[in-house]
């Protein structure tokens, strides 16, 4: 079935790298994609990678896919309190866009 | 700022009654989407038109229905409301038919 699993939560440490992870279900996904939802904000596009790429690199941001075990991540360096927020992955079956539950990332002093 | 207004930005009402969602897309984009975000559900895709037309369709009850103007914007009508129909809908535009999204800042509707 359609399933985007995501851990709802994760705490880190500021300074650190945030490691958020993502199982979908589509191998034919085009695109897969990070938001990044802040509190009383609508979803905000961080990042998005093909389906033919194995790893992005954008600023802080590094998105990893694993089309094999159909595994996407997302790493974020230098984790920092603006960081804090909630973080979707989705993917895109045929004209759909299916989103995880999200992942809650607390910064921790 | 996204570029995708959504109105109202809150919206309180009684269950039986009828709301209507209003959205205007990013400059140039063809394409607008539905969402729904409750605590139990998450964020629930609920429909997609491109260009005036419905492309897909996702969870959408029958109670609720969409359209899509010749000049793009779109309006999402609920209607025989439903307490458990509260929660915040979200429009979001693209460019093209499927691609990346922009997120308007939602309308958080509350069923009393």
């Known amino acids: 079935g359609e399933d985007v699993e995501q851990s709802l939560f994760l705490s880190v440490r500021e300074g650190d790298s945030s490691v958020i992870n993502c199982t979908y279900t589509d191998s034919s996904s085009t695109y897969l994609y990070w938001y990044k939802q802040e509190p009383g904000a609508g979803l905000q596009l961080l990042t998005y990678i093909f389906s033919n790429m194995d790893m992005k690199q954008d600023q802080r941001l590094t998105v990893l896919l694993n089309k094999k075990d159909k595994h996407l991540s997302l790493r974020i360096a230098d984790t920092q309190t603006g960081d804090s927020a909630i973080y979707f992955c989705a993917e895109t079956p045929d004209d759909k866009i299916i989103f995880g539950k999200g992942t809650r990332l607390h910064i921790l002093p | 700022d996204s570029g995708v207004t959504q109105t109202p930005k809150h919206l309180i009402t009684a269950t039986g009654q009828r709301v209507t969602l209003r959205c205007s897309p990013r400059?140039?984009?063809?394409?607008v989407y539905w969402y729904q975000q409750s605590l139990d559900q998450g964020l629930q895709f609920l429909i997609h038109?491109?260009?005036?037309?419905?492309?897909a369709k996702g969870n959408i009850l029958e109670r609720f229905s969409a359209q899509q103007f010749p000049d793009l914007h779109s309006e999402l009508n609920l209607s025989s409301l439903e307490l458990g129909d509260s929660a915040l809908y979200f429009c979001?535009?693209?460019?093209?038919?499927?691609?990346?999204?922009?997120f308007g800042p939602g309308t958080r509707l509350l069923v009393l």
């Open positions: 038109y491109y260009n005036g037309e419905e492309r």
């Open positions: 979001a535009s693209s460019a093209g038919d499927l691609g990346a999204q922009y």
């Open positions: 400059s140039g984009d063809l394409s």
